[in-house]
C-alpha cells in the first residue's frame, strides 16, 4: 500500500511531466520511473492517469475550500461565487502548463473531455458550496455542469493572459457570470412553470376521481374508464 508521502509524490510527479509533455505522452510507466516508485507502488496508489487528474482536482478543490474569504458571507451570491473561482484560477497557477496540457488533450479526445467534464461537474459543485449557494438533486447538477463550462472559458482566458493582474479573465468571469445569472432567472421560470404544470395534473387528476366517485354514488352499476360505452 502507497503511503500518503508516495501518492503526493507520484501525483506531483505526473503535474511535472505533463508541464512539458502532451498528457498522451505521459504513461503510468514513465511517472514510475521519473518517481522512483515501484510499479506496485504506482499501482496502488493511482490506477489511472484519470485518477490522478481527479486526484489534482480534489488538490485544488482543497486549496479553495481552505482558502475562501468568510467574511463574504454577507455579500450577494454572484459575487461570492466571483470570488470563490478567482481563488480556482489562483490555486491553479502553480500548474497552469499542466492545466493547458489537459485542456489541449480533452479539445483532441471526446471520450477524455467526457471524462474530465465530470470531474470538472464535480468539483464545481463544491465550489457552489463554498460560495454558500445551497442546490441539490438534479438543479445541483445542471447549475454545476453550467458552471463547469463556463469556467472551462474563463481558464482559456487566463491560460493566454501574460498580465498577473489578470484583467482580461476577471472581465470573462464577468460576463460569464452574468450569464449564468440570466441562466438562473430561465430555470426559476421553468421550475415555476413546472410546479405549476404538475399542481394542475394532481388537481385535474383529483378532480377526475371526485367525478368517478360521483358516477358510482349516483349509479353503482356504471363503470367508468374513461372510454365510451359501447354502441355510443
Given amino acids: 500500500m502507497a503511503t500518503a508521502k508516495t501518492k503526493q509524490k507520484i501525483l506531483q510527479t505526473f503535474l511535472e511531466l505533463l ?22 507502488d504506482m499501482r496502488s496508489a493511482y490506477s489511472s492517469k484519470l485518477k490522478l487528474v481527479a486526484a489534482f482536482l480534489e488538490q ?15 455579500q450577494p451570491a454572484r459575487d461570492r461565487l466571483f470570488d470563490i473561482l478567482m481563488t480556482r484560477i489562483d490555486a491553479l497557477a502553480e500548474h497552469r502548463d499542466a492545466v493547458r496540457a489537459l485542456q489541449e488533450a480533452a479539445a483532441k479526445d ?52 501574460e498580465d498577473e493582474g489578470m484583467p482580461r479573465t476577471m472581465a470573462r468571469l464577468d460576463k460569464e457570470l452574468d450569464k449564468g445569472s440570466d441562466f438562473m432567472k430561465r430555470l426559476k421560470n421553468v421550475e415555476g412553470l413546472a410546479k405549476g404544470v404538475r399542481s394542475f ?14 358516477q358510482r354514488e349516483t349509479d353503482p352499476d356504471t363503470e367508468f374508464d374513461g372510454e365510451a360505452p359501447a354502441g355510443a
Avoid at 20 to 40: C, F, G, R
Avoid at 60 to 74: F, K, S, Y
Avoid at 202 to 209: D, E
Fill in 201 to 214: 395534473l394532481r388537481k385535474a387528476s383529483g378532480g377526475r376521481k371526485r367525478w368517478k366517485d360521483r
Fill in 110 to 161: 471526446p471520450a477524455l473531455a467526457l471524462d474530465l467534464n465530470a470531474l470538472h461537474v464535480r468539483s464545481q459543485k463544491w465550489m457552489l458550496i463554498a460560495a454558500g449557494i445551497d442546490l441539490s438533486g438534479v438543479k445541483a447538477t445542471v447549475v454545476a455542469q453550467g458552471l463547469s463550462i463556463a469556467f472551462g472559458r474563463v481558464v482559456d482566458v487566463w491560460l493566454d493572459e
Fill in 60 to 74: 485544488v478543490d482543497t486549496a479553495v475550500l481552505d482558502e475562501r474569504d468568510e467574511d463574504m458571507g454577507d
Fill in 19 to 40: 508541464a512539458e509533455h502532451p498528457y498522451e505522452d505521459v504513461s503510468l510507466p514513465l511517472i514510475a520511473e521519473t518517481a522512483k516508485v515501484k510499479l506496485s
